[in-house]
C-alpha cells in the first residue's frame, strides 16, 4: 500500500463473495489508523473480506496483517 500516512483518508470495506451478490459495503470512510482499529475488532470472517481503499491503492485486509 503506497500510502502510509495513518491520517491519511481511506475506505474500509467488506467485499462479500459470489454467493452473497458479490457487493462491497462500506464499514468506514475516514482516517487510515482508525480503518485499522476498526478492521482489528472484526471477526475472523469478515476480517477474510474487508478491503482498504486509499487515494492511490487498494489492499487485502490480510494482506497488510499476515505477510
Known sequence: MRTTDDTATVRLYFLG???EGGLAQTL???P????LA???????AVQDGLW???SNDVIAWR???DP
Do not use: H
Open 28 to 30: 468506514m470512510y475516514g
Open 17 to 19: 463473495d459470489a454467493a
Open 38 to 44: 476498526m478492521a482489528a475488532r472484526q471477526g475472523a
Open 63 to 65: 494482506d497488510l496483517v
Open 32 to 35: 487510515l489508523a482508525e480503518a
Open 52 to 54: 482498504i481503499a486509499t
